[in-house]
């Protein structure tokens, strides 16, 4: 009479590895997809509906110059120019917050610059930032977290560290590629995952890609924030 052979119990350890492996490669996937319907429907409103707003403009300048010199139609016609360049500012701020063109068109690293000069002057925060002298030897998929994780920690020094003075520095070397953003405010209150989950959502970027983001208290205030991505291997 045969003995039946021994059923292999599963591993909990190695089915829970492989499932968050899964949902790693998962939410990567959905965060590609994510960028790519940003970056489309950014253009949209560049292609379509920016055209549109700036013929236009064109138009109405014609208009304004065959107006009869009634005072009533030219104030008209006034607040009508303001109001579509309310229109055509809000349309170019949607575009951005969509997706950050100068990332395609200029680099990763004037991007990165010009975000941190622009969020200085708009919050009146002294900013530093130091960056390498040529462009960033990364691949794009690289480039757009760097961006997006910068967004997410500016985001938070705003909503919470009630800083007055922000440092960002971007290393590149050979292997790696790391991004440092540290504040002199209040410092960490609680727990880091506690309500950030735009940080967090910067962090399984950063994994997906290999890398690693951090926080810690800063030595002597504030938070230090360091998100490290390695380079792909190039083929030999």
């Not at 965060?31 to 013929?55: F, I, K, P, V, Y």
């Not at 010009?114 to 925060?125: A, K, M, N, P």
């Not at 520095?169 to 410092?187: P, Y």
Request: hydrophobic share 40%.
């Amino acid at each position: 009479m045969s003995v039946p052979a021994a059923q292999e119990q599963p591993d909990p350890l190695q089915d829970a590895a492989l499932r968050n492996a899964d949902l790693s490669d998962l939410l990567g996937h959905v965060h590609t997809c994510w960028d790519n319907e940003r970056r489309s429907l950014s253009r949209q409103l560049h292609d379509s509906l920016g055209s549109s707003l700036t013929a236009l403009t064109m138009h109405l300048g014609l208009l304004m110059q065959k107006l009869p010199p009634d005072q009533a139609l030219q104030d008209r016609a006034g607040h009508m120019k303001k109001l579509l360049a309310q229109i055509v500012e809000t349309n170019r701020q949607m575009q951005l917050k969509l997706w950050n063109d100068k990332l395609e068109f200029l680099g990763v690293r004037v991007a990165l610059d010009e975000l941190v000069t622009q969020f200085g002057q708009q919050h009146q925060i002294a900013t530093r930032c130091s960056l390498p002298e040529e462009e960033l030897d990364c691949p794009r998929s690289h480039g757009i977290v760097l961006l997006h994780t910068l967004e997410e920690a500016l985001r938070n020094i705003i909503a919470h560290a009630q800083a007055s003075e922000v440092e960002v520095i971007v290393d590149d070397n050979e292997d790696e590629v790391m991004l440092t953003v540290k504040d002199n405010g209040v410092g960490l209150s609680g727990p880091v995952s506690a309500g950030k989950f735009g940080l967090r959502m910067a962090r399984e970027r950063a994994a997906y890609l290999g890398g690693t983001l951090t926080l810690a208290a800063g030595a002597e205030h504030g938070v230090t924030l360091t998100m490290i991505l390695p380079k792909p291997a190039t083929p030999a």
